[in-house]
Structures are given as C-alpha cells and as structure tokens.
C-alpha cells in the first residue's frame, strides 16, 4: 500500500497528520460531507456559525449537547492509534479540524485543534473556559458571570486561532511527509495545509476512500479508510 514511498516515510524526521472527520467516521461520528455525512434534521452549516448561535442559542446548543453525548462515548479506532504509535519512532505532528478529543485520547502528543474542541467549554464574555464532559440541564448554559456559555470550537465566520494557525503552518512547511486523512479539504484555511508543505517539498500521501478535490496534487492516494491503512504505514516500523 505505502510501497511507492516507504523509503520517504522511514527516512522523514518530521511526519505531518492533517486530519478530519472521516478519522473518527469508524470510531461511530457522522462526517459532515461524505456519503455517509448524515447530521439528522441538523444542518451543521446552518448550525455551527456564530450568527445561529446569537440568533436561536437554545437550538445551536441542543445540537452541541447531542454532538458532546455521542463524542464522549466514543473511542479512538486504529487510525487514531496508528497515529499515536508512529510517534513513537519518528517526529508526529497532528494537525486536526476535529473538535472530538480522539487523538488525545488515542496517545498522540502533539496535537493542534485548528477548530477547537467540543469538550471545552468557554464563555461568551468573561475569560472563563473549562472542559465539561457533564451535559447541562438548562440549555443555554449560564456563566458565573451571568453570560451564556458557549462550545470552544471555531463558527463559519470566525478566525482560528491565530498562535495556534501559525504553528500549524510552521509545522506544514517544515516536515519531510505530510498524510492528508479523512477530510474533503474542502474548508479554508486548514485545506491550505498541503500546499504549504508541497512548497517546502514534502511528499503528500492521502488516505481517503472518496477522491478529494486535492487529488491530483497528491504523490500516493490510498483509497482505504483511515482504520485499515494507518495500521499498514506503522508496519513499517514495526514488522
Ligand atoms: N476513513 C477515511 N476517510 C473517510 C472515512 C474513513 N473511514 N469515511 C469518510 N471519509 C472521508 C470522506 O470521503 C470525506 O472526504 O472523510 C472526508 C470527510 O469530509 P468532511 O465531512 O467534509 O469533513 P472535514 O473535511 O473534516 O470537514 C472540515 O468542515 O463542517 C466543518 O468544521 C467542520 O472541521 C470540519 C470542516
């Protein structure tokens, strides 16, 4: 599977992993756009913006809550853990749009969440943010401060994190190979990952079972699911 470039994946110092929800599609949590991207009567591009939050909280929180319950209860697959396991032979940056804590919990180390993370919660005001894995009785939640609470993930029509963007575009312009897997990179900026590291000459290696609009640019498309080809690059190492 990884023929064509395992000599580059053992000799990379420094391995890249920009990953999205089809990393977590085995471990139970709906994508958003793959076939399989099935979100109930939600719409999450209607639902996860900042101007569905302010115009009806109680709904955009109710969505949260069911997302925050079943995201909780689910566990890393083998793509996660393959990921965690590379880490130790070689240098692993995981750079996820994933709000679902997997990787973490999978073991992964360096883990940046460009669109924050559904288990920590934050304020709308003061500067108060925690991690709640509870769900909440009232809907939307109240802060000390008397503002509403809202989930510390990234709306359509906000910024990322600034230190955080650029750290991930430090670490996409300085690895030796970058793993495109399980996102349709079709959402900006974090779709600008690859070609960063394509412009520092990295090699590119997708894993997907659907075509991505980056294909092309890609120098191996694995067209597997993310739980049955990650664990054949750790295989590399440890066959
Ligand atoms: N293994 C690998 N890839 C998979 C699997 C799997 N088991 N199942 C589905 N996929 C692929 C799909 O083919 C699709 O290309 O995962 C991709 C999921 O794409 P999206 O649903 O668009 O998810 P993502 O790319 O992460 O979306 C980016 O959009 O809604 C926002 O903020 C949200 O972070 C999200 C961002």
Not at 86 to 96: A, E, F, N, S
Not at 105 to 117: M, P, Q, T, Y
Not at 165 to 176: N, T
Not at 211 to 224: F, G
Request: with cysteine; proline share 5%; aromatic share 8%.
């Amino acid at each position: 599977m990884f023929d064509s470039i395992q000599e580059k994946i053992r000799g990379a110092g420094k391995i890249v992993f920009v990953t999205g929800a089809g990393i977590s599609q085995e471990s139970g949590i709906p994508t958003f756009r793959g076939k399989d991207g099935f979100w109930g009567k939600y719409d999450p591009m209607q639902l996860a913006t900042i101007d569905a939050f302010y115009e009806n909280p109680k709904l955009v929180w109710e969505w949260y809550e069911e997302r925050r319950k079943n995201i909780l209860m689910a566990q890393p697959n083998a793509g996660h853990t393959a990921i965690a396991r590379l880490g130790r032979y070689k240098d692993v940056i995981v750079l996820t749009q994933n709000i679902d804590g997997l990787h973490q919990k999978a073991g992964s180390k360096n883990v940046l969440e460009l669109h924050g993370s559904i288990i920590r919660i934050k304020c709308t005001h003061c500067s108060f943010s925690d991690d709640m894995e509870a769900g909440f009785d009232v809907l939307p939640p109240k802060c000390r401060c008397g503002h509403m609470l809202r989930p510390d993930v990234v709306w359509f029509g906000e910024a990322l994190p600034q230190d955080i963007w650029r750290e991930a575009i430090m670490h996409a312009q300085s690895c030796d190979v970058m793993v495109i897997v399980g996102t349709s990179l079709v959402v900006s900026p974090a779709n600008s990952l690859p070609l960063y590291a394509k412009q520092n000459g990295a090699v590119l290696v997708e894993v997907n079972p659907e075509k991505t609009v980056m294909s092309s640019e890609m120098d191996l498309s694995v067209r597997q699911t993310s739980a049955s080809a990650l664990p054949k690059m750790v295989e590399l190492f440890e066959s």
